[in-house]
């Protein structure tokens, strides 16, 4: 069975601070993708990154970047000088990348970022 | 390019009617995923279709919601007859494969039955 844990529910920081955003995740696949989508007060999801299992390389785009640590099974995000703009809610996934079979994605609860000026 | 297209985006209804969300996906997409999303479950996907035929249908609630993809550009999801209780977010999403596992979702819309 597979399992993403954002356990934070809710974080809140002024303009300007670094927030990090935690996934912890369980699977019993050796392969698999893991993605984060940002859901803003609008409604809509918004892919951000996908990653697969066999690349471990950190990843930043902009004021965002991503950590994947296999041995702790976790795929956090930080977002850098934050804004007004990034309130939203950050969804963790995790998906199977065999071939054949279902690809149900397996979604965290989600964490919502509250930005303040 | 145009995304994930959903109508409507915003439905009120009452107990008993029938229901019908559209979906376009994105042009050359051939996977298509429906999801709902509440505060109570979150977000749970509900069926998913490959170059049209569905895969997956494990998470749809009863026998209430059914769903139809009849070409490769448009979707349907229909709960009949609606109850309270379905009263969420369905997005739509698309992926070029089921393989290429990221999915672009639509606006989603938003359901409300009385």
């Not at chain 2, 369905?90 to 938003?110: D, H, I, K």
Request: net charge negative; charged share 20%.
């Amino acid at each position: 069975a597979q399992k993403v844990t954002q356990a934070q529910t809710e974080i809140s920081v002024v303009e300007k601070e670094d927030v990090t955003l935690d996934c912890v995740y369980e699977t019993r696949d050796t392969t698999y993708y893991l993605f984060w989508y940002k859901q803003p007060p609008s409604g809509e999801l918004v892919f951000l990154i996908r990653r697969n299992s066999f690349d471990e390389q950190n990843e930043i785009s902009g004021r965002y970047s991503w950590n994947f640590q296999k041995s702790t099974s976790s795929f956090n995000f930080t977002i850098t000088a934050s804004q007004v703009v990034d309130s939203a809610v950050y969804f963790c996934a995790l998906r199977r990348f065999t071939s054949g079979g279902s690809y149900i994605p397996t979604f965290g609860r989600g964490t919502s970022l509250i930005v303040h000026p | 390019d145009a995304g994930v297209i959903q109508s409507p985006r915003h439905e009120v209804t009452e107990m008993g009617q029938e229901v019908t969300l559209r979906c376009k996906p994105i042009s050359g997409h051939n996977s298509l995923f429906w999801y709902r999303q509440t505060m109570m479950r979150g977000l749970e996907l509900l069926i998913y279709f490959n170059n049209n035929v569905p895969i997956d249908d494990s998470g749809m609630p009863e026998d209430r919601f059914s769903a139809k993809m009849p070409n490769a550009s448009f979707s349907t999801l229909k709960i009949q007859p609606s109850e309270p209780r379905d009263s969420a977010v369905y997005f739509c999403a698309s992926s070029l494969g089921q393989l290429q596992e990221t999915q672009y979702f639509g606006p989603g819309t938003r359901l409300l039955v009385l």
